[in-house]
């Protein structure tokens, strides 16, 4: 059973940094491309940033210059340092993998975890 389990979500000021992490586990063969993703109530999701497993990046242009994705192949683990947050950052984070398990290959979602920025 494959899943992913976030942490390091929480309130922060404005101008504070939080650091989220995200752990895969199960029986994993391969993990392709890692992202965390957000979403706000009413709104679609949306990406945030991703990274491939040779370590190539993109950014949403909202969060350019302030965060920054990096995982750890060894461990499947993906993080996302959040730096200069503003309340626009407000939102419940998603982890997401696309990994090749006994099921074939699929993407998968943490459970999601919240990021609010107070003004």
């Given at each position: 059973?494959?899943?992913?389990?976030?942490?390091?979500?929480?309130?922060?000021?404005?101008?504070?940094?939080?650091?989220?992490?995200?752990?895969?586990?199960?029986?994993?063969?391969?993990?392709?491309?890692?992202?965390?993703?957000?979403?706000?109530?009413?709104?679609?999701?949306?990406?945030?940033?991703?990274?491939?497993?040779?370590?190539n990046?993109?950014?949403?242009?909202?969060?350019?210059?302030?965060?920054?994705?990096s995982?750890?192949?060894?461990?499947?683990?993906?993080?996302?340092?959040?730096?200069?947050?503003?309340?626009?950052?407000?939102?419940?984070?998603?982890?997401?993998?696309?990994?090749?398990?006994?099921?074939?290959?699929?993407?998968?979602?943490?459970?999601?975890?919240?990021?609010t920025?107070?003004?």
């Amino acid at each position: 059973q494959v899943q992913l389990v976030e942490s390091g979500g929480g309130l922060v000021r404005a101008g504070g940094s939080l650091r989220l992490s995200c752990a895969a586990s199960g029986t994993i063969f391969s993990i392709n491309t890692m992202g965390w993703y957000r979403q706000v109530p009413g709104k679609q999701r949306e990406l945030v940033a991703g990274v491939t497993r040779g370590g190539n990046t993109n950014y949403a242009d909202s969060v350019k210059g302030r965060f920054t994705i990096s995982r750890d192949n060894a461990k499947n683990t993906v993080h996302l340092q959040m730096n200069n947050l503003i309340p626009e950052d407000t939102a419940v984070y998603y982890c997401n993998a696309d990994i090749r398990s006994w099921n074939g290959g699929r993407a998968y979602w943490g459970q999601g975890t919240q990021v609010t920025v107070s003004s």
